[in-house]
């Protein structure tokens, strides 16, 4: 098992700046990856950014390339969402999770945090 707790959240105007942090514990030895997803209300939940664990490979949704950025601190087993020239669509609940090794999706999940950008 894998815990999860995001942080970060809050509340920001369009143009703005914040930073998301995921904490993991537990059996973090099993992480191959982890991602950023987000979920607007009435929307379906959509991936945002993920890096795998050695950090030699990360992905970003193109609505966010250039303004968001992905990166993993492995001795804190946290990784990290900063995101730049925030947009009022950019709302949404933030979560973090965590793909393992041998699985092809995500089995993790944080509780989520929220961001809300105002225009």
């Known amino acids: 098992q894998v815990q999860l707790v995001e942080s970060g959240g809050g509340l920001v105007q369009a143009g703005g700046s914040l930073k998301l942090s995921c904490a993991a514990s537990?059996?973090?030895?099993?992480?191959?990856?982890m991602g950023w997803f987000r979920q607007a209300p009435g929307k379906e939940r959509e991936i945002v950014a993920s890096i795998r664990w050695s950090g030699d490979y990360t992905y970003y949704a193109d609505y966010v390339k250039g303004r968001f950025t992905i990166s993993r601190d492995n001795a804190k087993n946290t990784v990290y969402l900063q995101m730049n020239s925030l947009k009022p669509e950019d709302t949404a609940v933030y979560y973090c999770?965590?793909?393992?090794?041998?699985?092809?999706?995500?089995?993790?999940w944080g509780q989520g945090t929220q961001v809300t950008v105002s225009s």
């Open positions: 999770a965590v793909r393992p090794y041998s699985y092809t999706t995500y089995t993790y």
């Open positions: 537990g059996r973090t030895s099993i992480i191959f990856g």
